[in-house]
């Protein structure tokens, strides 16, 4: 019998088979076919999708083939401010900035306190604003100028939204939202409207430029129905279609298929001490065998281990990567030392980061949207 | 067998019975206690009160105590631009400016475009968004100062109402939406997350002067079920509950119970020539006789008649309306005669009006509420 799972933009449960996932929302596998396309005007590419983290795509050729011919197209990617930002969140923005970087795009990047306050029965919409200023300066901290990242938090940059929001509302009814996002009768209308906001940052840059300017969403797949919908309604309101670009979740340090933000343990925050990154990493789950001479012998499986993940997502060196593989499979590497070379990647990346992240304080309104279009 | 009738915020069917009305929604009538009240503070009590046109309310004394009490409070209506303004849709707006200058208070004055996008199939939201700016003329031409007087036009203003529309949207579900407005699967989720916007108004002046600052909301009883709900989350929210005050419909021309938009001859329009007045005027259906003869011998009814509906309306001298009723009835006043008389008056009223609207053009943004709060 298969394992079952459960994937929506507000839960992941289960062992997720992400071709399945694929299959159910009708998205496409990215082939060599667009990465292909991608390193022809990119001149690379990025390891995240060369290693198959981002895996599947809805027109990523499209909006090569737009590039191609000189149009205007933008970034576009968001954050649930339902807490602190840990390294996971992060891999997708690290690949947002390298698009940036390569084609020079303007990256519209919508904070959602509105959606995280509607979700959390607990949360005041105080604190999901807070948060959302908090995890702004993780953003800002991946090296973007005001001039590129245009930040909107939902309930402080409303204004240019709004309007946009109006035309996609009219055009999603209960039934369709019921059934795309599962819905219930006690579910608040908040929560039933938000698609429309998270969808009209899409057509954002084609009504601030005034001439149709795509947008490419890197994004993990669970937020792929919003696009989904986004794109059966993008040409009736005259906008072209968004593309897309899906990771897969990053594994939990506890072996599980996403971080939960009930657990800490089964993530590192970007502020975690390094004392506590240093205990995280070292009592993660592995894919190792229960004794160093059954590792030996037998070797390690780095398929399911969150310590191979994390060399994966933070490691830009393919042969050191490849390396870990090799000697985790032979027995040769065991899980005590493997943890401790993570242990170096992630504090390096966060010493830097946290440095980054504290001078982007007090700077926040400078990349806020509607404070920018104000002046 | 009773006739039936229907009453929603976007629709009126059939022959209303206001108490039955009434009683149905749980609004209370408004009684000599209130109308003492309202005598004590005011020094008098507006025609439109004191002719029974508002009937109805909900804490219309608390109101009225507050206010003895000294502590602060103010003005809340507003209107769905679908169209043009008829000179039923200025009756509550006239009773409005008469609040404001008894009581020296402010006016926060919805212009729901958004709304009314969502509730019609044909409409375009630029064109809902330009009749907000052409209504907008008409309430201003009532005599408000923009010290007074906050618009609010949905698309426009919506930065200052959104984070409190975030906090009404999540106390309200699905469930409770579709009971009180009777949406169904096919409602467009712009207009199920709609409520949460008219409702945010009322707590809007206690948000922005930062202090309990309760509403009165004069309009038209089919509102009820924005403000029901209101008062029912308000406690939660820490919001003083809402003060309503409702009036019965205008009746139309053709002597149903409202005016109808899909028919232009039921309504006088702000801007409908001399001769567009005079032909509805005198083409009015009234309750007189069929013939000058009968109507000689037996009188007409002027209780189920537009005509003098319209003089008790706009007419401000309680002996004139008082003698056009008995000499309706005593039939020693014929309908052509009694058409002329109320010609006369709505043409003096429209003409001045007019005079007043056309000043009022392109000042419009020095009403709005978030062009004052953004200097």
């Known amino acids: 019998m298969e394992e079952e799972f459960v994937v929506t933009p507000w ?33 690379e590419v990025h390891p ?20 191609g011919e000189g149009r205007p197209w933008a970034l576009y990617t968001g954050r649930g401010p339902s807490g602190p930002v840990h390294i996971g969140h992060m891999v997708p923005w690290i690949l947002l900035k390298w698009f940036s970087d390569k084609f020079g795009l303007e990256v519209y990047f919508q904070i959602t306190d509105d959606e ?54 009219k055009k999603l009814t209960w039934n369709t939202v019921k059934a795309t996002f599962g819905f219930t009768d006690s579910t608040n209308i908040g929560l039933i409207f938000y698609p429309s906001l998270q969808i009209a940052v ?10 149709a300017t795509p947008v490419l969403i890197p994004c993990a ?26 990771s897969k979740f990053i594994m939990a340090l506890t072996g599980e298929s996403k971080m939960s933000a009930s657990n800490p343990d089964s993530a590192i925050y970007t ?16 894919g190792g065998r229960p004794t160093a001479e059954e590792q030996r ?59 980054r992240r504290e001078k982007a304080r007090g700077k926040v309104d400078e990349y806020r949207l509607s404070v920018k279009l104000s002046k």
């Open 48 to 67: 995240l999708i060369r290693r198959g983290f981002f895996y599947a795509h809805r027109d990523f050729d499209f909006i090569m083939k737009w590039h």
């Open 271 to 286: 502020l975690d001490d390094e004392k506590t990154v240093r205990r995280k990493v070292m009592n993660a789950f592995t």
């Open 116 to 169: 995280k306050f509607y979700d959390d029965p607990e949360m005041k919409l105080e604190e999901a604003t807070n948060w959302a200023y908090e995890n702004a300066l993780d953003v800002i901290a991946l090296g973007f100028s005001p001039e590129r990242l245009h930040l909107i938090i939902d309930t402080k940059d409303i204004k240019p939204l709004y309007p946009i929001a109006v035309r996609v509302a």
């Open 202 to 211: 899409a057509f954002l840059p084609t009504e601030l430029r005034r001439e």
């Open 221 to 246: 797949i669970d937020q792929d129905p919003y696009f989904r919908l986004a794109r059966d309604i993008a040409d009736a309101l005259g906008y072209p279609k968004p593309s897309t670009l899906y």
């Open 297 to 355: 012998k037998y070797g390690g499986n780095p398929e399911v281990c969150p310590v191979f993940h994390y060399h994966m997502l933070f490691d830009p060196d393919d042969a050191s990567v490849e390396k870990i593989r090799q000697d985790c499979k032979s027995g040769a590497l065991l899980c005590g030392e493997c943890k401790l070379k993570l242990h170096e990647k992630i504090t390096k990346f966060l010493k830097e980061h946290r440095e």
């Open 11 to 43: 839960e992941v449960r289960g062992r997720v088979d992400y071709e399945k996932l694929l299959k159910h929302f009708g998205a496409k596998p990215l082939t060599k076919d667009e990465v292909a396309l991608l390193e022809k005007y990119a001149g």
